[in-house]
């Protein structure tokens, strides 16, 4: 029974940070009209999932890659680009899901003129810049989610230290919203663009 064990536990790849998925964004810079600018995308709404949000070029990282590798074969295939026109500058800090998702979020140049992007139209239903100077120096809306404990009826509390005095902890995280125009902003995506614009301003 012992070796058996042994066996099993000594081939388990340990998932070490309780993440269930793993994805990928590029975070695309974009030299257009002489100034740049973040590129967004409007998810087609034709999709099943999150049909007409606001995003980043990205999606699920397969079996056969790495994050990065991830990030640019999606942005390649949401864009109709090739890898030789995204010019990578580096990775941001990766943002943790409430569904225990990773997304990894890289940065990286467009090396291609805006008007010669035509996207996918089967996955993006069209494609927004947004001027990072503005991005730099408006401050977003943010507001507060807090989440809690809802436990079923039956829940054993008599199984626990001070039963239904329990201290479970509820949680507090951020809602960022930028708006631009009539662009709205938010969610995980908004979160992205506020770390990095931190990270620019220096305050990471």
């Known amino acids: 029974m012992l070796k058996n064990i042994e066996k099993i536990i000594g081939s388990h790849k340990a998932n070490k940070f309780g993440v269930k998925k793993q994805s990928s964004v590029l975070i695309p810079l974009i030299l257009h009209n002489d100034s740049w600018h973040l590129l967004f995308e409007k998810r087609a709404l034709t999709l099943n999932s999150q049909p007409g949000e606001i995003c980043f070029p990205g999606g699920l990282v397969e079996l056969d890659e790495c994050p990065k590798e991830a990030a640019i074969r999606e942005t390649c295939e949401e864009l109709n680009i090739t ?105 995980l995506t908004a979160r992205m663009v506020f770390n990095l614009v931190n990270l620019i301003n220096g305050k990471n």
Not at 139 to 161: G, H, N, V, W
């Open 83 to 187: 890898e030789n026109h995204i010019r990578l500058v580096g990775q941001i800090d990766s943002v943790m899901t409430s569904f225990d998702m990773l997304i990894h979020c890289y940065v990286g140049v467009l090396e291609i003129e805006y008007e010669n992007i035509h996207h996918s139209i089967s996955e993006v239903d069209e494609l927004i810049l947004v001027p990072l100077d503005y991005l730099l120096s408006v401050q977003p809306e943010t507001y507060k989610i807090s989440s809690k404990f809802d436990l079923d009826i039956d829940f054993p509390f008599e199984a626990i230290p001070n039963g239904k005095n329990y201290n479970f902890k509820n949680t507090q995280y951020p809602i960022v919203f930028y708006n631009y125009d009539s662009v709205t902003i938010w969610g």
